[in-house]
């Protein structure tokens, strides 16, 4: 299914670049971002959107694209479902997807919009879909739907704050959802079975295992200190800043919904009594436990350390690339507007000049 889903995705990637091709005559983005302000193309910068949001969404998960992920995790090894949660499906769906529509083709209102909407809609899908999950991986995958609508609900703001809030969940979730996969890749290692209605009391035979998963549930659920609080923070923020204040909210709904569904898994995996055929089940092998350590000790620290100081620079560079050019200001004023949109704004005086 996924190499099917995948190859549909890319042929619409494709066709929309050989669209674009065929109007400016270069594929640099450069190129077609200046042929594109030059000779605008009509009906046809709409539909190479549709087909990017289309192409990069099926890459990403987003609801309604997302049928191939929940089948996918379980099939694979625990780390080939870190690797795809935690880096594939952001850099090859969203991260691709934001920088083509904001740097080459230019953001609109309309697309915005789907932008917002899409993230709505996957956020609140995929949370509700997990909650009723027993096989522990199949809820993690519909988790990896859910946050990946943060990310796009960020990004589709088109605020300096909502892609910086955008772009670090993103980076979070890279580092969260890889250790909850390798903790639940650990737990079906030592006790053989995925399926949360077998468990029970695992935290007294793998106590790493059990820590580590919990603090990356606090962090995916978004509790303080945990680095996942501080991007949701900045996107909700973002959200009342540009007047969504009902995505706000639902973002604020859906991170609560998000907990209740990882104290289910720690209800029935972790806490209580052990099972009597899991007596002989041990802890995971050194090598293991020590990725799921340094996963855990960035997630406890990531927010404070990473937000105000080096990570913050390193987010900049990679948000100077995302430009969207609004046509009018921002809901939430001028202290919305991107720097060089905001010296591009008519002043009074010298300031005027300068501009």
Known sequence: K???MGGLASSLILLGIALLYAHASTLTMAGIAAALRARPGGPLVPFVSCLF?????????????????PDAHPSAPAPISAMLSGVLI???GVYALARILFAV???TPAVLGVLMALGAVSMLAGVLLAVGQWDFKRLLAYHSISQVGYIVLGLGLGTPLGVLGGLFHLFNHSIFKSLLFLAAGSVDYAAGTRDLRRMGGLRE???VTATTNFIASMSIAGVPPFNGFWSKLIIIAACVQAGRLGYGLLAAFVSLI?????MKVQRYAFAGELREGLRGVREAPPRMRLAMVALACVCVA???ILLPGPGRSFLGEAAAVLRPLPAAVPAGGEEDLWPEE???RPGDGEAARTA
């Open 105 to 107: 083709i230019g953001m």
């Open 2 to 4: 996924y190499a099917v």
């Open 205 to 207: 035979r793998m106590p």
């Open 90 to 92: 952001k850099t090859l």
């Open 342 to 344: 905001r010296a591009a």
């Open 258 to 262: 998000t907990l209740a569904s990882f």
């Open 53 to 69: 949001i289309a192409g990069f969404g099926l890459k990403a998960a987003l609801v309604p694209f997302h049928a191939w992920l």
């Open 302 to 304: 990531g927010g404070a």
